[in-house]
């Protein structure tokens, strides 16, 4: 939606006065493309020589500037950032930065900086109202980044990438079916560089193996299977922990916004159980006749509704479900009173207490349940996390993909292993610790935990050069590595090694291996009667789900809660999401 007409052109004033002063040369842009340049000797070059370097620079993904361009940036500054010991290093100057500024000649500016999240977004809100925006920031949100674009407040940047965008950029948005830049793309012009968000692989059940072994339990193959583990964990009390004290199943409480479902694979969320029977709920997807429909007030819902009520009936979901939070969830599974949580292949960054404690706990993870092709059903999660925008008048748009071409070469390719200069060095050696400082950013292949484990497994198999990964896969591979010349000299591996090997080459190996059907939403953005009811929709939808699994309401009160749910807003919003995508 626009701003009001008063709102617009204020920013359109703020903005032609910014554009007049740089052209005026007072700018910190005003690079001056046709004069001579003066030489080492005293003599000075000809323009066209100049003008060949500035238009090879602006025109390539890795000629740098002939001369340093600045750049200010809106900063995202991670609190407890540390720098080397010893060293200067600042926001403005440190590994990233002198990076940037040796490949193609940029140093960047703070124009603010601000800690991640709700201070961030703040900030940025400011600059769009006063018009007064950094050359480079990101927006976090599509809503934010469609009022940039509608208010002509930033570059267009489509010749920008098809010039400079090298082919491992190209190669990153390729893997997800270049769905994060098509969302970056707005009446067939491209405005952002977006940070992709990567896949989370399956939704995995984790069980507490140990206690399958103790009570002679096999591997689940259905959900039959899975409600009979649950109880023999609940009635046979594997753990120890005392009668009615154990908890089968742990799940996310209503107090969460992601609730029981949302993200896909995300910790203690039982998405499975939906999508197992064809429902995808809180997304919008395509229905039987082809129009958008919400997933969450489907009559697919309803089988996966009745699964969970008649396990919270019998006991074995958390029956303080309710009113958990999240550190108590980490503290059910750390200290041995739960045996089963949905998660993705992260999981054991929730079971590593587990270990820590009781080096014979053991988690297991299974990709189930399936459907009835025996494949796991996922829905997709947005494609971008954010949207990295250029403030429109900046003289150098290009820039923005020129950066980031440089941070993937170095963190996503084997570039920091064959590039030998110091400040590569530096860099390799030291910005791990200043993760939030990084002008520019990049972003990761839409299946690297798949990416991952190939190559770490591969190198711990002789297969792999070492250093025929990135930077961070290498420092992986060499946890993985320690972990396992640990465990050959029967010796108890460091817990980070324990961790990295657990999530990278176990749980990496269900990732790689499972065969998903994958359900594209079809829609992320906000609609005008969304910016008025939408929160409303949700409590309803929350509640009446809660009600049903808890056994206050019926399965049958589902149908009720539909037709509430659409009189109340609902079925305007439908409306509006099918105009808004052409349906």
């Known amino acids: 939606m626009r701003r009001n007409l008063g709102e617009k052109l204020t920013a359109i004033v703020l903005v032609t006065c910014m554009t007049a002063v740089m052209l005026s040369g007072c700018g910190s ?77 940029i140093q960047n500016t703070n124009k603010f900086e601000a800690t991640d999240g709700e201070d961030y977004n703040q900030k940025v809100s400011m600059a769009m109202a006063s018009g007064d925006l950094p050359d480079i920031m990101h927006v976090d949100d ?96 594997p753990g120890g922990n005392g009668a009615g004290k154990t908890i089968g199943l742990a799940v996310m409480p209503s107090w969460n916004t992601n609730f029981m479902y949302s993200s896909y694979a995300g910790s203690y969320q039982v998405n499975n159980i939906f999508t197992m029977n064809g429902a995808i709920p809180r997304q919008w997807i395509t229905g039987s006749d082809g129009s958008a429909v919400y997933g969450s007030v489907q009559p697919e819902m309803k089988k996966g509704l009745e699964i969970l009520a008649n396990w919270y009936k019998e006991g074995l979901i958390d029956q303080q479900m309710p009113v958990r939070t999240e550190d108590d969830l980490k503290a059910l599974v750390g200290n041995g009173q739960c045996g089963a949580f949905f998660a993705g292949w992260w999981a054991p960054y929730h079971t590593v207490s587990s270990y820590t404690l009781n080096p014979d706990a053991e988690w297991r993870a299974y990709a189930i349940p399936t459907g009835s092709d025996g494949k796991v059903t996922a ?157 409303t929709l949700i409590k309803m939808e929350e509640e009446a789900i809660m009600q049903i699994v808890t056994n206050q309401k019926d399965v049958d009160y589902f149908d009720e809660f539909v037709k509430d749910w659409m009189a109340a807003g609902g079925e305007q919003i439908t409306k509006e999401v099918n105009e808004a995508i052409g349906k």
């Open 29 to 105: 842009n005003s690079n001056k493309k046709n004069s001579k340049q003066t030489q080492a000797d005293g003599s000075q070059e000809g323009g066209d020589s100049t003008e060949d370097a500035w238009k090879l620079a602006e025109t390539t993904p890795d000629a740098p500037y002939p001369e340093t361009v600045e750049y200010t940036v809106g900063a995202t500054v991670v609190s407890g950032t540390k720098f080397p010991e010893g060293s200067n290093d600042t926001t403005t100057d440190n590994g990233y930065t002198r990076l940037y500024k040796e490949k193609i000649n």
């Open 142 to 237: 599509y809503a934010t980044f469609k009022e940039l674009v509608e208010n002509d407040l930033i570059a267009e940047l489509t010749d920008a990438y098809n010039n400079c965008a090298s082919d491992l950029m190209k190669e990153i948005y390729e893997s997800n079916d270049n769905k994060a830049l098509d969302m970056a793309t707005i009446d067939g012009k491209l405005y952002a560089i977006p940070t992709t968000t990567i896949s989370g692989g399956p939704e995995l059940l984790w069980l507490r193996g140990d206690w399958m072994d103790k009570l002679g339990l096999s591997e689940p193959q259905s959900i039959d299977d899975i409600t009979n583990i649950l109880r023999q964990f609940v009635e046979k009390d």
């Open 379 to 535: 829905y997709t999660n947005k494609p971008n996390q954010n949207y990295f925008v250029v403030r429109k008048g900046f003289e150098h748009p290009e820039l923005l993909i020129k950066g980031k071409n440089v941070s993937l070469a170095y963190n996503q390719s084997s570039e920091a292993f064959t590039d030998t200069s110091e400040t590569v060095k530096y860099y390799s050696e030291t910005v791990t610790g200043q993760y939030g400082i990084d002008p520019l950013g990049g972003f990761d292949y839409y299946n690297a935990a798949q990416l991952a484990y190939q190559h770490i497994t591969e190198a711990l198999d002789g297969k792999r050069d070492e250093h025929d990964m990135s930077m961070y896969e290498n420092s992986l591979y060499e946890s993985c590595k320690r972990y396992k010349e640990a465990i050959d000299s029967d010796q108890q591996p460091a817990t980070d090694d324990w961790l990295n090997y657990q999530c990278r080459v176990v749980s990496g190996k269900i990732v790689n291996d499972t065969q998903m059907n994958l359900v594209d939403p079809v829609f992320f953005d906000q609609t005008e009667t969304m910016k008025m009811k939408w929160s």
